[in-house]
């Protein structure tokens, strides 16, 4: 709702519905209220201007309120309708609130808690209006989930990431894990000059650290046990383009000590080679360590710091952005609905409150592998709280992730539904400690590689998303 929200009091008695404006007025500082006589009134009132909250009488000549609560709603879905009636029959309430009423109460009306009412209309107002404005900002992202935000902290990431994409330094992009470093690196390439070559990314943990000198740099025949023919390295694959290290804080000092000549001569030298190749690749290196500690503790050369943190880009925590987390929820929720090919569903207003108020230890990663499980346990197409709550291991039973009611699941569907959240959670952080490599997590697991693919397969999770 843009601007102060209209409350609009429908009553055949004139003294009964200005009383009505005067007092609720009082409580109600933040609202405009206004009334009409008549339900034919009401319609050409709405036609005129956008409506909050209705509150109607029952019976009145002409257009009752049951009629004029089907005609209000037909025209907008999510107006909040307040039926009054001195015949508080409890057919007459059910019949109301099946039409689709936000409440219904009875006369004499108690203004008091008929304020709170309409203050909890007018909340629910704005959260709609919030849920709708998201999903057309989605909608004109393409349904991306890059670097969505909208909230101060990410405005400044956006800003930093246009600074530094128009140069060609090194760039070290700083956050926790989780808070989306690749796709910020992604972006500084994106709008580079360097965009239309080539963008490598190496997760240097997944990489054994006698291999990753070779996956580097290359090696040359012969160089050691097993390398029966040269190979090029990542650098010399990337030339003209951009190698992104991710982790930068676990390669070992024997490569650090080569990264830094590749970072001061711009050349490399493959494994067994007596001879250096130059090299025109831009590095962009990520962390989530505190390499100021590992430099003190001898563990990361300082010199390489240094030439590394040329340009700095920040990855601000979900917790320092919450108010982007209903965008977030939103964008991933349409992704994940196409991922698995369920047809669309869509978050409740205080669904999204209640995301917006959670911690999310793992960012955004955490929050998007949320979504992911509430996409397939909710078969609802709307996902309301109360399948959060039951989505959380820690808090509920997944097998009721759907059910808002007392409604039991069947035990086989139920007992499925269960193990299936536990191999979700099992897997999801298995990729999470490996780095999304399947190999490892196969090695780890106790499983056979093919066995972990079927599972990933089965359960529509990427091990790309870990990486």
Known sequence: MNGTPRVLIVDDQPDFARGLVRLLAKKLPDASLGCVLSGEEALADLARAPCAVLVTDLRMPGISGLDLLGAALERDANLGVVLLTAHGDIDTAVTALKAGAYDFLTKPVDSEHLARVIAKGLERAELLAENIRLRAVVAACGGETGLLGQS???????????????????????????????????????????????????????IPD??????????????????????????????????VLDEIGDIPMSVQTKLLRVLQEREVRPVGSNKSLPVDVRILASTNQDLESKI????????????????????????????????????????????TGIGEKEFSAEALAALAGREWPGNVRELFNFVRRLTVFCRGDVIGPAAIAAADPGQGDPADADNDDDTPTPYLEAKARVVDAFTRRYVERLLGQTHGNVSEAARVSGLERVSLQKILRRLGIAAEGYR
Do not use: W
């Open 152 to 206: 101060p902290a990410m405005e400044q990431v956006k800003e930093a990431i246009a600074a530094v994409a128009g140069s060609d330094y090194t760039v070290l992009i700083r956050g926790e894990s989780g808070t989306g470093k690749e796709l910020a690196a992604r972006a500084v390439h994106s709008l580079s000059r360097r965009a239309s070559g080539p963008f490598l990314s190496v997760n240097c943990p997944a």
């Open 210 to 243: 006698q291999l990753l000198e070779s996956e580097l740099f290359g090696h040359v025949r012969g160089a050691f046990t097993g390398a029966e023919r040269d190979r090029r390295g990542l650098f010399t694959s990337a030339n003209g383009g951009v190698i």
């Open 296 to 339: 003190a503790d001898k563990t990361f050369r300082e010199d390489l710091y240094y030439r590394l943190n040329v340009l700095t880009v920040r990855l601000p925590p979900l917790r320092e952005r919450r108010e982007d987390i209903p965008l977030l929820a939103t964008a991933f929720l349409a992704r994940a609905c196409r991922e």
